[in-house]
């Protein structure tokens, strides 16, 4: 394991013979010795030449967002259906997919152009979140950056927001919407975690935000996996392999597991980040709505009224249980031909999952407004989950204003 080194949030392999103590540039970006495979070019300078900037926010969103921020990341260099029929078992990496349609491709050019001011802003946030948590950035700086940052945030998830849906893949706007609304609530639990009253819970505000990003990033890839299937394939090279993370992350696995004071310590993380599946089962889709159905987990409407409850101990219970329901399903068959609605439904699971824990830290701080903002936040990331949640596992809707998504400020 001499070679592997954590860089950021995600993982690279080294060849041997070379630097052991080599870092990547910047917080996302491979180390500069490291050949990348082909389409994948690390994240530019802010001053490279030659390089529009729509050119950079494409770059940064279709590698930066969900890959290179995506815990579990590897590089590796190598050495010179029908309902009723069957379960069976098939493969997105080993089948051809198909690239994006000229109106597709259209479209999600609208899409980055939208996301523009996040991708601008994005490493610069996750850099400085990082130096403020080792403590090498003063708080007092990172909340000035917060306060410069969140605005740029809020203007890209407006923007995405104002993209007509695609007529071949209506749903893909709002799952890109909603990824964009995650990554402003992130910023949103940061601003809470700089305030004195929030301090005892400063490492677990860090995780609950790492772990919202991540969300971010892979309902992100969700939405572009609608426009273009093939980004979900792997590239073939003779000298770098890509291992993708899982579509639904184990934040156990991963190290970004709740701890202590809202829960008990995590397991040990896994010595090697989790990746993607080549192959996956599958069962008729009769089958995998009545698994969903079994499981019992609270509805929309439950987990609102019980973050306007305040009650750490229900709050705690319920994230577990959501939790715990994605990893069972996880584990479990993907609906027949279906393997992209098995990672939706267990991303908005852990979605779910983390507006309940959200509520959980709310409910420890002093009344005051930092739990009061919290306690907001909780409810603009139950209405993401609600929206990422399929209407046949649904249930009563949350009941919460729309209109919270929209909100400009802190």
């Known amino acids: 394991m001499d070679n592997l080194r954590r860089a950021g949030s995600w993982w690279w392999v080294k060849d041997r013979g070379a630097d052991p103590e080599a ?8 180390p500069p010795d490291v050949t990348r495979p082909r389409g994948r070019p690390g994240p530019p300078s802010a001053g490279a030449p030659g390089r529009t900037r729509t050119q950079r926010t494409k770059t940064l969103l279709a590698v930066v967002i969900p890959v290179a921020l995506a815990a579990g990341l590897i590089v ?7 309902d009723d029929a069957a379960p069976v078992v098939s493969s997105t990496t080993t089948t051809t ?3 994006p349609t000229p109106e597709g491709e259209a479209w999600q050019t609208r899409i980055d152009d939208a996301f523009d001011p996040l991708a601008d802003r994005l490493p610069e946030f996750v850099e400085g979140s990082v130096k403020w948590v080792a403590g090498e950035k003063p708080t007092d700086a990172f909340s000035a950056d917060l306060q410069r940052i969140l605005p740029e945030l809020v203007r890209a998830r407006d923007a995405v927001a104002a993209v007509p849906a695609l007529e071949e893949a209506p749903t893909a706007r709002d799952l890109y919407r909603d990824a964009a609304a995650l990554y402003v609530e992130v910023a949103r639990i940061y601003l809470v975690a700089v305030e004195p009253d929030a301090d005892p819970l400063k490492a677990q505000l860090d995780l609950a935000a790492r772990r919202l990003r991540t969300l971010a990033d892979r309902v992100y890839d969700r939405a572009r996996a609608l426009i273009d299937p093939s980004s979900q394939q792997d590239l073939d090279s003779e000298d770098v392999e890509i291992r993708r993370p899982p579509e639904v992350p184990d934040w156990v696995a991963e190290g970004l597991a709740a701890g202590s004071p809202l829960t008990g310590a995590p397991p040990p993380a896994a010595e090697t980040p989790p990746q993607r599946e080549d192959v996956r089962p599958e069962e008729p889709v009769k089958k995998w709505l009545d698994r969903v159905r079994d499981e019992d987990i609270a509805t929309p409407r439950e987990l609102a009224r019980r973050i306007d409850g305040g009650d750490e101990g229900e709050l705690a219970s319920v994230a577990s249980d959501y939790y715990s329901a994605a990893m069972r399903l996880r584990d479990a068959p993907d609906p027949a031909g279906g393997r992209e609605r098995g990672a ?3 991303l908005s699971l852990l979605v779910h999952s983390e ?5 959980q830290a709310a409910a420890t701080l002093p009344d005051g407004a930092p739990r009061a903002r919290l306690q907001s936040v909780a409810r603009r990331v139950t209405l993401v989950a609600e929206d990422t949640l399929e209407p046949d596992v649904r249930g009563q809707a949350s009941g919460l204003d729309p209109g919270l998504l929209t909100e400009p400020g802190p």
């Open 76 to 82: 590796a260099l190598a050495p010179d259906s029908d």
């Open 355 to 359: 507006a309940a824990r959200l509520g």
């Open 344 to 346: 939706l439904l267990g």
């Open 23 to 30: 870092r990547p540039r910047g917080t996302s970006g491979a």
């Open 97 to 99: 997919l198909r690239g």
